[in-house]
């Protein structure tokens, strides 16, 4: 029987629900306080939205057959330029681009810088042919470092209400992060699924030479998908920074990287290319919020969540490995 | 007489150069950094660095790679401390119990890896988590470690003259570095090891024990993570579950520098130690500098990474 790859994280998600329904008490209690909504299942989706954002350029990128570890250093700099612009101090490091009065425009400059980022790991993986975990290790190791240096080393503060709302604030009474997460899947999903860019990725991914000789211009598909991933962490940057109306370029994203490919992973996308599911990285990055939710109102150590995550890691990528499963069928067929 | 140098010695031969030019730039810009004391610290200071990027040298040339290194020595250094401060452990009982576990960790990321044929990245990946989950459970705060034995290891350091000490975190690095160089080159598992980087199935197929190997590259990288761990608890007396936070990168980085081919089968543990000296000296650079902040040293190392990536680029056959 062919399962649906999607199926596993939905039902891991349902049975997590289930317990929760049973012994945490109202956790599915959802109440409308100053035109928003509040609740552990708000809670979990607003948590979760700079992770599922990750996770859908990232889905992309894996689906290439690639990887892009610089996510969580991306977020670092694009929050950074993010803060410094909304700062607005003149003696600062680009403090000639004065531009604080507009919010657009400082998000738009922190997104650009963060899409650059992701055309030069694109073009080092799709023009320079050199493997996707060594060329985003470049920007994993020195992006931090970018982001330092346009912050000079220092955690920036800043006032702007309006910044702060793509935050904290809400439309239709959903938190704001959750609806840009929306209109980000709903965005990328018509992209993929409405154009033949889709189908493109996924050649590649299944056998990149075959792709090429098929006509497909497979390092134009490769920068594309990377920018994409740069372009989402540069939003998932922007909220981070607006959460706390400062830029720790330090720790802003730390460790993201790995919850992104672990929500895909999760999802039921192949990590050897080809097919992906986008649908099933944001179920993924939920249900990896949800666990971590869970184990926090439970009163267990936070750090279990990360011996939780490990196992979890093990687990789906051992589902996942063909070898397993042929090693698993083998002797029912030779019972057969 | 012509010299000729074989195309796979390129980028370690460029290494050693860019480790002179750095060098001797340094040193004719700043004042004192051509000291005895100076050179010494290159080892001493990173000395469990360089015991880490020893074992990942051997996981890269087989075409793998260890993103757990950092995570075990966190883990490594806050579980000997609690053990040698709260459980009465002898600091040797305990450093044995933790390269026992760091072993023990690396033989089950290379059975995941060769058994289930799962990516190294993945599964290391995983092993990140689980080592820095059981550190950070463990103890959240540092963890202070004073023992009498402490005492007679930092004593035990070799004296080079005109008051400089070689400190005993350099002597163990550097002979971790010996057997590495010696496992790489002159041994059976060594010639295995640039044989499966080279070519998996090749390597199977001339009768070589692969399953055993990769296994065991793993197994060593763990053991190597937890000395590294070891090595910095003896350095500064005290245990913390967030050390280590980022090593994986370094040991990454000082290994590629090193002219080793992320791909596996071309590369060296010598040129793993120019590339970590490269590091230093940069590091060192910067302080002596005085105004420029830490994070220029991401910066350099990322820039020197990228360089070097297109160089083997360049260098590497196309297919």
């Known amino acids: 029987m062919k399962v649906h790859p999607i199926a596993y994280s939905v039902a891991a998600l349902a049975l997590l629900l289930l317990f929760n329904a049973f012994f945490t008490d109202g956790f599915f209690a959802i109440e409308l306080r100053d035109g928003r909504f509040y609740g552990s299942l708000v809670d979990v989706l607003n948590r979760a939205a700079p992770v599922m954002l990750l996770s859908l350029g990232m889905t992309l990128v894996i689906a290439t057959r690639g990887v892009d570890l610089s996510v969580g250093a991306v977020m670092a700099i694009a929050g950074a330029v993010a803060a410094v612009l909304a700062n607005g101090d003149p003696g600062k490091a680009l403090g000639w681009l004065q531009v604080s009065h507009s919010v657009p425009l400082v998000v738009l400059c922190a997104l650009g810088v963060a899409t650059l980022a992701g055309v030069f790991n694109g073009v080092l993986v799709g023009r320079f042919g050199v493997q996707p975990i060594v060329a985003t290790l470049i920007l994993m190791v020195a992006g931090r470092g970018v982001a330092q240096l346009v912050t000079e080393g220092q955690i920036v503060l800043f006032e702007n209400p309006s910044l702060e709302l793509l935050a904290n604030g809400s439309v239709a009474a959903v938190p704001t992060p959750v609806v840009i997460v929306a209109l980000a899947f709903v965005t990328v999903a018509v992209l993929v699924r409405k154009t033949a860019l889709g189908l493109f990725i996924e050649a590649v991914g299944s056998n990149a030479k075959a792709a090429r000789l098929a006509g497909v211009a497979s390092a134009g598909v490769v920068i594309a998908v990377y920018a994409v991933s740069g372009l989402m962490a540069g939003v998932a940057g922007v909220i981070a920074c607006a959460n706390i109306s400062a830029a720790d370029s330090g720790t802003t994203g730390l460790y993201l990287e790995l919850d992104a490919i672990l929500a895909v992973a999760v999802g039921g996308t192949s990590l050897a290319g080809g097919r992906f599911s986008l649908a099933g990285s944001l179920v993924g990055a939920v249900l990896m919020q949800a666990l971590t939710t869970t184990i926090l109102t439970r009163g267990v150590s936070p750090h279990a969540t990360l011996v939780a995550k490990a196992l979890i890691i093990v687990a789906v990528i051992l589902l996942q490995s063909p070898a397993l499963r042929a090693s698993l069928r083998a002797p029912k067929e030779q019972a057969a | ?319």
Request: proline share 2%; aromatic share 10%; charged share 10%.
């Open chain 2, 1 to 319: 007489m012509t010299v000729r140098i074989a195309r796979q010695n390129v980028p370690a031969l460029a290494t050693l150069a860019v480790l002179v030019v750095l060098y001797v730039a340094a040193g004719l810009t700043f004042d004192g950094f051509f000291s005895l004391r100076v050179l010494v610290n290159f080892f001493g200071d990173n000395a469990f660095l360089g015991i880490v990027a020893v074992g990942v040298t051997f996981v890269i040339l087989t075409g793998g790679i260890d993103l757990s290194v950092g995570a075990v020595v966190g883990c490594t250094t806050i579980c000997s401390a609690v053990l040698i401060e709260r459980q009465g452990f002898h600091p040797l009982a305990a450093f044995g119990a933790m390269l026992l576990a760091g072993t023990l960790l690396g033989t089950a990321h290379g059975v995941l890896i060769h058994r289930f044929n799962l990516q190294p990245f993945l599964v290391t990946l995983a092993g990140l988590f689980l080592a820095r989950g059981v550190g950070l459970w463990v103890s959240t705060e540092s963890v202070q470690a004073d023992h009498p034995f402490f005492k007679t290891l930092s004593a035990s350091k070799l004296p080079l003259g005109d008051g400089v000490f070689l400190p005993f975190g350099a002597l163990m690095f550097l002979v971790v570095f010996a057997v590495g160089v010696y496992i790489a080159s002159s041994t059976r598992f060594g010639r295995t090891v640039y044989a499966i980087g080279g070519s998996e199935q090749s390597a199977h197929l001339m009768g070589l024990d692969v399953a055993r190997t990769k296994v065991a590259v793993y197994a060593l990288s763990g053991f190597c993570s937890a000395l590294g761990g070891v090595a910095l608890v003896v350095y500064t007396s005290a245990g913390n579950a967030i050390n280590g936070t980022g090593l994986e990168l370094d040991a990454i980085a000082a290994v590629v520098i090193g002219g080793t081919l992320l791909t596996g089968g071309y590369g060296s543990v010598v040129g793993t130690l120019f590339g970590l000296l490269i590091l230093s000296v940069i590091q060192t650079a910067i302080i002596f500098e005085g105004s420029l902040s830490s994070w220029w040293a991401k910066i350099v190392t990322g820039v020197l990474l990228l360089a070097f990536i297109l160089l083997q680029r360049a260098l590497q056959p196309r297919q």
